[in-house]
């Protein structure tokens, strides 16, 4: 019971937190990118140095990552060869969008790209919505399990706070396959879905989506024309 409540609270701090974040930097974006373009600038003009600077920032940012992707993926070895070859063909992905921006200068428009990263990360929040919801009702059925006065769930039953069940996809997707797995993984996706999950689900959206798109549109409003944006 311990463990679903300490889980709980986890996954509520961590909603809260990426959310805040989301829809802060959705509205100091563009007040954001001025202010570091300036700082650079007036650095490489004051200081002939600065270029070196940054150039190491950059650089040892980028070295850390790669030694932590390389240490991840040399600890996968050992669970078989599926992880690893996932691992390789997402550094091949990435090989690959490396080269399309630098070596043949396609354009993205990183506007619109962050505004879809942004929605990706509302999934995957919402996701945890549910996933909270789900330890929670866990802890309660262990607390009637282990409290002998009260009975809160009844006997036999497979939820104790989240009933109704609205859907059981069980036998056609069930979340401990590959393709349930994923979802699971990314978006939250239970092959058992509940009534308050649903609901939770849905109020999610409608307080921190509404949030965020409404945010996306005053930063849209305010922001300057500018074709290359």
Same mark, same amino acid.
């Given at each position: 019971? =311990?463990?679903?409540?300490?889980?709980?609270?986890?996954?509520?701090?961590?909603?809260?937190?990426?959310?805040?974040?989301?829809?802060?930097?959705? %509205?100091?974006? %563009?007040?954001?990118?001025?202010?570091?373009?300036?700082?650079?600038?007036?650095?490489?003009?004051?200081?002939? %140095?600065?270029?070196?600077?940054?150039?190491?920032? +950059?650089?040892?940012?980028?070295?850390?990552?790669?030694?932590? &992707?390389?240490?991840?993926?040399?600890?996968? =070895?050992?669970?078989?060869?599926?992880?690893?070859?996932?691992? !390789?063909?997402? /550094?091949?992905?990435?090989?690959?969008?490396?080269?399309?921006?630098?070596?043949?200068?396609?354009?993205?428009? #990183?506007?619109?790209?962050?505004?879809?990263?942004?929605?990706? #990360?509302? /999934? !995957?929040?919402?996701?945890?919505?549910? @996933?909270?919801?789900?330890?929670?009702?866990?802890?309660?059925?262990? =607390?009637?399990?282990?409290?002998?006065? &009260?009975?809160?769930?009844? +006997?036999?039953?497979?939820?104790?706070?989240?009933?109704?069940? +609205?859907?059981?996809?069980?036998?056609?997707?069930?979340?401990?396959?590959?393709?349930?797995?994923?979802?699971? &993984?990314?978006?939250? $996706?239970?092959?058992?879905? $509940?009534?308050?999950?649903?609901?939770?689900? /849905?109020?999610?959206?409608?307080?921190?989506? @509404?949030?965020?798109?409404?945010?996306?549109?005053?930063? &849209?409003?305010?922001?300057?024309?500018?074709?290359?944006?």
């Amino acid at each position: 019971m =311990f463990k679903q409540l300490f889980e709980t609270g986890i996954g509520v701090i961590a909603i809260a937190m990426l959310s805040w974040i989301l829809i802060w930097m959705t %509205r100091q974006a %563009r007040f954001l990118k001025a202010e570091i373009t300036d700082s650079i600038k007036n650095a490489l003009g004051e200081d002939n %140095r600065a270029d070196w600077g940054i150039f190491s920032l +950059i650089f040892i940012a980028v070295f850390w990552e790669g030694l932590e &992707t390389a240490l991840f993926i040399v600890a996968k =070895f050992q669970e078989g060869w599926t992880p690893v070859l996932g691992a !390789i063909a997402g /550094l091949g992905v990435a090989v690959i969008i490396g080269m399309l921006l630098f070596k043949w200068s396609i354009r993205i428009n #990183l506007n619109q790209f962050f505004q879809v990263m942004g929605v990706f #990360l509302l /999934l !995957i929040v919402s996701g945890l919505v549910i @996933s909270v919801l789900r330890h929670l009702d866990a802890a309660a059925i262990a =607390f009637s399990h282990i409290s002998s006065s &009260t009975d809160l769930c009844g +006997i036999g039953k497979n939820s104790c706070i989240l009933r109704p069940q +609205i859907w059981d996809f069980s036998a056609s997707l069930a979340d401990r396959q590959f393709l349930g797995i994923l979802l699971k &993984t990314i978006f939250g $996706y239970t092959q058992k879905l $509940y009534l308050i999950q649903a609901v939770g689900y /849905l109020l999610f959206w409608t307080i921190v989506g @509404s949030l965020y798109f409404r945010s996306l549109s005053q930063s &849209t409003q305010l922001k300057p024309a500018n074709k290359f944006n």
